[in-house]
């Protein structure tokens, strides 16, 4: 008797995995021993890359973190709420610009006011943000095709107003540095030592970028398990028929640009953190795109998704230029070969977006789930 | 039970919290440790003291496999970017410069490799940030770092490197140490003293404007031009008639806009600063309709291809071209061994050339910290303040680190398009200063 309420005090039941006995084990997201087990290694694994990688690859696990948090966004307004966004990259320019001016060096060209990183990086979401809540009326009216005219009119109008507010971004062609990464005084591109260990030069930015993506995603995960996320999906399947049930469309609509605005802040801001100099013709088209893929390469609507396919299409052309050293087409200096690493890159892109579109609408989270049902019924899988 | 994961949690946290709290800020002792790299750890050949980017094993295919190697990375736009065109011979002609210091014996007891550690970074500031990063860990310097935006988006984590660079561009900031920390060791005028220069010759020797323009890509490039356009018009009484901002037809497709304005302008001098293809749209268009006035084209303007477009004729009638040194045919002693690299070729484009000359402080810093026994990042560093460079007349000897003011290079070559000069040029004069360029206050940066 003792021994079962004990067992059951956690909220659940030790030999009956699908049963719970209460709220918390029930809405957990990390719900089976072996889903806790799994993040737990995957966090120290990633917590540990710092101190196993070059400083290049740690630079490049950055941009991973930055991409991801990107991507989630856009899968908040794309994949979850189903307002196709081309206009992605003119948010993350806003947020990147705001931190610049609220966080950076002035010099004779830029604003800058020096604040520290506790500021400008809630500011670097609010502001986009702020923005996204006023275009959101205008984007509740139109829907599909000409929702993704209207967004990518965003890019553009973004990047002439970019271009023309010399004092905020430098003007095109020049740019300017971007916010200093000084969080509550510490200065997080210096080297730290802690217990008498010398940190590599960018672990404590690394660890400190890993903290803001972790929360972010878990943010987004429990939003898209909320009411407000179920009316995103509402609103994505058949928007009136969400309307009739009760869903207020217009506001659903508006929050979903909003909160993914934020996300797209964020990203931006961090990521001329880790580039260094930004220039206006940086937030353009192409980085619309690149977003887009990574959510659907990785999987629409759904958070891990978005992980997995920032992952890739980080990773993938540093993969492809590793190997182009083995392939003998594929040249890297001008001129030689057939191919060069460059166009594979983009041609891989490219075929990736259509064979996932084609073949695993769900993306590499798709396949992942395929992988895991197979093993998870094996030696009887199907 | 259920508080098993709280403590868990709480310990954690504690445990972040102490590590942060014991996070105590490296004043840059244990800087070269970390490295990781293939390089020895350091050591001594010759009494020289070398660690990152050199070593004592011979370069790959190296000239004297008696010596040891000294790493230079290159950072350049060799494929798919703006300016590979001119890049992939700058490229080159840094290639032959080094083989030839190689066949000269090295520097210090040691060759200098550049092939190894090139990267393309397609004028991308975060390719070129990545590709950095890449190569960082295994050169000793920069043998070239192409554009201003990108080489502004590695230069905090060069000045924490100790790492000096080339740079492939003449923006005016890279003379004040306000701008470049005094890692960038140009050579020749800027753009904006170019503009000086040009327009100082023009109304000396083909008429006085009276309303100057200046027509370019926004940023370090034409808006570094343009700036020198516009304190020409000021310190003479020139009415300047605007910046016009143009880009490469790559990304807006056509100069319509351009001509049109130029059209409006009704100058007498228009001061190029985009690229061949541009101009000769811009030039060709524009004297068709009829404008009247002439020419001045910055040293990236020129491609000797233009003399066999459409508007060949309009160029050889109204282009005059500003270079910071002679082009192929020069006299002074490195257009010899220009010439002797190429075995009696011809270039593609003026990149070889300047890509050899470029590399002349480069080489003074590296003879100079052999001398002095210290080929590590921080002795090259040391060197620049103070380094003379020796251009073997390709230039007048400058010095780095003295107040840019009095010692910039104010002086320039003139060229005119002509189908006879090889790569299409033909030298009208050399050595030309003018009184405004003399005269400029060059305190700071222009753009």
């Known amino acids: 008797m003792i021994g079962t309420a004990v067992l059951q005090l956690r909220g659940r039941v030790r030999g009956r995995p699908v049963l719970y006995t209460s709220y918390a084990a029930d809405q957990a997201i990390l719900d089976t021993p072996a889903k806790r087990w799994w993040t737990a290694a995957l966090v120290i694994v990633v917590l540990a890359l710092p101190f196993l990688l070059s400083r290049d690859l740690t630079s490049l696990m950055m941009t991973v973190f930055i991409y991801a948090i990107g991507g989630i966004g856009l899968n908040l307004v794309t994949g979850y709420a189903g307002q196709v966004s081309l206009g992605h990259a003119f948010f993350m320019g806003l947020g990147a610009y705001t931190a610049a001016v609220l966080g950076g060096v002035e010099t004779d060209q830029v604003l800058g006011f020096g604040l520290d990183m506790a500021i400008w990086l809630p500011m670097a979401g609010i502001v986009p ?152 013709g940086n937030w353009n088209l192409f980085l619309s795109i690149e977003f887009l893929a990574v959510i659907l390469i990785g999987g629409i609507a759904t958070i891990s998704g978005s992980i997995m396919g920032a992952a890739f299409v980080v990773l993938m052309p540093r993969l492809v230029a590793e190997l182009a050293g083995s392939v003998p087409f594929i040249s890297t200096a001008p001129g030689s070969g057939f191919l060069t690493v460059f166009h594979v890159q983009t041609m891989l892109f490219g075929a990736l977006i259509v064979l996932f579109l084609v073949l695993e609408p769900r993306g590499l989270y798709g396949l992942w789930v395929r992988v895991r049902n197979y093993w998870k019924a094996w030696p009887f899988s199907y | 039970m259920r508080s098993t994961a709280r403590r868990t949690a709480a310990v954690l946290g504690v445990v972040a919290l102490l590590a942060t709290a014991c996070a105590v800020e490296d004043d840059g002792d244990g800087e070269a440790a970390e490295d990781g790299g293939t390089e020895e750890p350091g050591g001594d ?28 990375g290159v950072l350049s736009d060799l494929s798919e970017g703006p300016f590979a065109p001119v890049a992939v011979p700058i490229t080159a002609g840094q290639e032959a410069f080094w083989a030839r210091v190689n066949e000269a014996g090295g520097i210090g007891g040691f060759d200098v490799d550049i092939a190894t550690y090139t990267r393309d970074t397609l004028y991308d500031p975060q390719q070129h940030s990545a590709r950095y990063r890449e190569i960082e860990p295994n050169i000793l310097a920069l043998a070239q770092t192409l554009g201003t935006p990108t080489t502004a988006a590695i230069l905090a984590d060069m000045d924490a490197d100790n790492v000096i660079g080339a740079p492939a561009s003449w923006w005016s900031g890279w003379a004040f140490d ?150 192929i045919d020069g006299t002074s002693a490195a257009h010899d061994a220009i010439r002797e690299s190429l075995d009696g070729g011809v270039p593609e484009n003026d990149g070889y050339i300047f890509g050899w000359v470029w590399s002349y402080p480069i080489k003074a810093a590296l003879e100079a910290a052999a001398e002095n026994g210290d080929l590590t990042r921080e002795g090259l560093r040391s060197v620049v303040d103070g380094l003379e460079v020796d251009y073997e007349d390709a230039l007048p000897p400058a010095t780095f680190g003295a107040d840019t003011n009095e010692n910039a290079i104010r002086q320039a070559v003139i060229n005119r398009p002509d189908e006879e000069g090889t790569l299409g040029l033909s030298t009208v004069e050399a050595e030309v200063t003018g009184e405004t360029a003399e005269a400029y206050e060059y305190t700071s940066a222009c753009s």
């Open chain 2, 178 to 327: 306000d701008s470049d920390q005094g890692l960038i060791l140009e050579s020749g005028y800027s753009y904006c003293i170019e503009a000086q220069v040009g327009l100082d010759w023009f109304a000396a020797n083909v008429s006085e404007p009276a309303t100057v323009l200046a027509v370019g890509y926004p940023g370090d490039y034409g808006g570094d031009s343009a700036a020198g356009v516009e304190q020409w018009a000021e310190a003479n009484g020139a009415q300047f008639a605007g910046f016009i901002e143009t880009a490469p037809n790559t990304i807006v497709g056509s100069q319509d806009a351009a001509v049109g304005a130029v059209m409006e302008s009704g100058a007498d001098a228009v001061v190029l600063a985009v690229g061949p293809a541009e101009t000769g749209e811009i030039i060709g268009k524009t004297v068709v309709s009829g404008f009247g006035g002439q020419f001045l084209g910055s040293v990236p303007t020129w491609n000797p291809a233009l003399l066999e477009s459409a508007a060949a004729g309009a160029i050889l009638s109204t282009y005059t071209n500003i270079a910071p040194w002679e082009g």
């Open chain 1, 129 to 280: 943000a702020l923005v996204g809540l006023a275009v959101a009326p205008l984007a509740a009216r139109v829907r599909g095709l000409y929702l993704a005219i209207l967004t990518l009119g965003l890019v553009f109008i973004g990047e002439h107003i970019f271009k023309e507010a010399r004092q905020i971004t430098g003007g095109a062609g020049v740019g300017r540095a971007p916010a200093e990464p000084v969080l509550f005084g510490m200065d997080l591109r210096a080297t730290y030592h802690a217990f008498g260990y010398i940190l590599p030069r960018d672990a404590m930015l690394y660890f400190v970028f890993f903290a803001i993506f972790m929360v972010l995603a878990v943010a987004a995960r429990n939003l898209a398990r909320s009411k407000l996320g179920r009316a995103f999906a509402a609103v994505r399947d058949r928007d009136i028929a969400a309307a009739v049930m009760g869903v207020p469309l217009q506001r659903t609509k508006t929050l979903a640009f909003t909160i993914s605005s934020f996300y797209a802040g964020i990203a931006g801001a961090l990521l001329v953190v880790v580039i260094g100099q930004m220039t206006p």
């Open chain 2, 45 to 72: 050949s010759d009494e020289i003291a070398f660690d990152v980017g050199v070593t004592e094993e011979p370069c790959p295919d190296a000239v004297n496999p008696d010596n040891g190697c000294i790493y230079l």
